[in-house]
Nanobody, 121 residues
């Protein structure tokens, strides 16, 4: 069984910063890509950032230059450093990890429980 636990959300003023973390635990053989998604009220879930096993990254245009995704492979953890936050960044943020539990198993998508980020005065 695999579990992803997120932390780091909260309330922050515009222009402020937050750092999200997502740690995977359980029966894990390998982890491929890791990513962060977000869903604002009334909107579809959207990709925020993704990082491959080798460290290549990709970002949504709306967060380029402000957010940084990183990972610690030895800790099965992915991070999202969010700077210069704007009210439109307000959403529930979900982490995603593509995990293979055994050498012979396909990789599957696992999701965190979601953490609320609110940017407001």
């Amino acid at each position: 069984q695999v579990q992803l636990v997120e932390s780091g959300g909260g309330l922050v003023q515009p222009g402020g910063s937050l750092r999200l973390s997502c740690a995977a635990s359980g029966s894990i053989f390998s982890i491929n890509a890791m990513g962060w998604y977000r869903q604002a009220p009334g909107k579809q879930r959207e990709l925020v950032a993704v990082i491959t096993r080798s460290g290549s990254t990709n970002y949504a245009d709306s967060v380029k230059g402000r957010f940084t995704i990183s990972r610690a492979n030895t800790k099965n953890t992915v991070y999202l450093q969010m700077n210069s936050l704007k009210p439109e960044d307000t959403a529930v943020y979900y982490c995603n990890q593509k995990i293979r539990r055994t050498p012979v198993e396909y990789e599957y998508d696992y999701w965190g429980q979601g953490t609320q980020v609110t940017v407001s005065l």
